[in-house]
């Protein structure tokens, strides 16, 4: 009798163990995920930052502007959504299929799935 009460104290241990193993397999899934997304997002702004010293140092070479100027017009861009916080304001665009408002952020659709068209140098830049 005491090894009834023994074996099902050890498979309840051992439930235990394997429900916190699971847990932590689907946290290690999320975090995988994350750093495929943050690698992702790195690549991307290595781009941004060659694409934009090629081009501050092609229009200072050619002296069709300053410096001065480039920053006077990332200011510009800068305020264009209204706050000056160092990033670009993201417009929003209608589907060309659905007709619906799309994030241009966003590669895809939201409500019918249609790819959205690259407009930026950046994300034409590889392919």
């Given at each position: 009798?005491?090894n ?10 051992i ?17 995988r ?9 790195e ?41 000056q ?17 799309v ?25």
């Open positions: 009798m005491l009834f009460f023994w074996d099902l104290h050890q498979s309840g241990r439930n235990s163990a394997e429900s916190r193993l699971s847990s932590a397999e689907q946290k290690l899934t999320q975090i995920s994350v750093e495929e997304r943050l690698r992702v997002a690549e991307r702004i290595e781009k941004l930052v060659l694409v934009n010293q090629a081009l501050v140092e092609l229009l200072c070479a050619k002296r069709q502007v300053t410096e001065a100027e480039v920053l006077d017009k990332v200011i510009e861009i800068d305020l264009r959504d209204g706050v916080d160092g990033r670009l304001g993201q417009p929003s665009t209608a589907c060309g299929k659905c007709g619906r408002t994030n241009q952020r966003r590669g895809k659709c939201l409500y019918c799935g249609e790819e959205q068209a690259r407009n930026s140098l950046v994300d034409r830049i590889g392919e």
